[in-house]
């Protein structure tokens, strides 16, 4: 079973910077699309950004200008920046990750495998 374990978040003020971390464990981590979901308070699931064993990307067009994701395949590791935080960015963040070979709508949610979130709070 895929494992997927967030670090990174906490509080920050308006215009500042973040990077959340996601560490997978249990298969092969070149095997994964490994990607971002954030959900705040009475609204909808979102997805954030995915990147693809080869280091293809797919970033919510809303937010592009300010985040980035990347990975580090030799660790197990995927990151999101975001920049220029905002209030409305606030949200839990949730890793995600689905195996490249088995096609889903990744973006619409349906990564087989989740973290358990990490909480972003950008307020003064």
């Known amino acids: 079973q895929v494992q997927l374990v967030e670090s990174g978040g906490g509080s920050v003020q308006p215009g500042g910077s973040l990077r959340l971390s996601c560490e997978a464990s249990g298969v092969s981590f070149r095997t994964l699309v490994m990607g971002w979901f954030r959900q705040a308070p009475g609204v909808e699931r979102d997805f954030v950004a995915n990147?693809?064993?080869?280091?293809?990307?797919h970033v919510l067009q809303a937010v592009q200008v300010r985040v980035i994701i990347s990975r580090g395949n030799a660790t197990n590791m995927v990151y999101l920046q975001i920049n220029s935080l905002e209030p409305e960015d606030t949200a839990v963040y949730s890793c995600a990750s689905e195996p490249e070979s088995n096609p889903v709508n990744f973006i619409g949610g349906g990564p087989d495998y989740w973290g358990t979130g990490d909480q972003v709070t950008v307020s003064l």
């Open positions: 990147i693809s064993p080869s280091g293809q990307k």
